[in-house]
């Protein structure tokens, strides 16, 4: 009876369950068609004639250089302080480490604006939907967030690291070092992907566009090489002494700080005034000689004194030269009965810090203008430069040039 009912009232089941699938799938097919044309009309709002092929194309290139150049010159920097065990760096010319790194610092600053045009003329296609057409393009989307991520991730902090302020929860040079392989794999598979389209809009030209679109397209792109130039402008004094006074946006300048080269940390800070003071200091040579040996700071200083003109060379980009006084590290090490071949490690009077201790290949100590500094410009040697002795050696990191050191171990 009840039965009979409700099928007088509500219909048959069946007719109930088509008129719900009917009302659910519009509702489903509406919520997907709103989904779907509101973002497709976000890429018509950029009516600006700059978001074209070409002008991606130039700046992407600019960029590429700039991202390998920086790339290169970064791998140089970390194989000179953690060489593999075949690798023997030499220590000639004398300059080539300051110009390696500088340009690697310079390469990554003019990056900035480029990235940052480049990130402007393309984002309209990132925010396009749907977000691929084809299945090359879905795979690719993975491929673009780790160019862009990467990308951001190596300027931001390689900014911040230049700039002394280390505002990040992780030790920059290893984040920096491995993010750099993600970044240029990631660069090479893009250049692979688009190429077609550098040859078609740069290198033959077959884009054809309307002179306003030149004229326009031209003043843009010069606007960006001049933002990159006057970056690259202010701030390469740091590692060219001749533009020293146009350094303005550099955190280091050639000729300021104590006897006249920059400080990046003081004695105060490495915690060694104390024992750098100490009237009982020694320099000993121990490890694998024929005999220890141990001098005081006025026997040093009454060995045969060398002098030698060198740049400290800084990772974080500066450098700057001096004139450097002390005895030769190979008179020390032939003194004690080093083999030729050895290694030698450098160690401070610090008692941590991950730079606290040096490795000294043969090419290294054995060249005449590798010194144990004891004066600095004319003066003996300040506190914060390596008193009361310091390595100083051509070609080399200025993080290897050991302060406050103490002992030399023949390993």
Known sequence: MIASVAASVLGPPRALLRAWWRASRRAVEGALRRALEVPAAVPGRFTSRLHDERVAAWLGLALGVCVLTAFATGLFSHFMQHPPGWARWPSRPVNLYRVTQGLHVMCGLAAVPLLLAKLWTVYPRLLRWPPARSV?????RPLVLLLVGGALFQL??????????????????????????????????????????VRRTVLTGAVMTGPGDAAGRRGFLLGVAAASGVIVATTVGEAFSPLARLAVLAPRRPGVGSQGLPVNKSAAGAGVGAAARDPGFRLTVTGRVTRELAWSLPE???????????????????????????VRLRDVLEAAGADGGARVRVESLERGGRYRTSLVDPPHWRDPLTLLALRLNGEPLDLDHGYPCRLIAPDRPGVMQTKWVHRLVVL
Do not use: D
């Open 300 to 326: 040093l200083r009454a060995l045969p004194s060398h002098a030698a003109r060198l740049p400290i060379a800084c990772v974080e980009g500066w450098s700057a030269e001096a004139v450097w006084e002390g």
């Open 156 to 197: 931001v902090t390689g900014v911040l690291n230049i700039s002394y302020w280390y505002a990040f929860p992780f030790f920059f040079t290893t984040a920096h070092y491995w993010t750099a392989y993600v970044l240029v794999g990631a660069l090479l598979i893009h250049v692979a992907n688009e190429w077609h389209k």
């Open 136 to 140: 090359a393009e879905a795979a690719g």
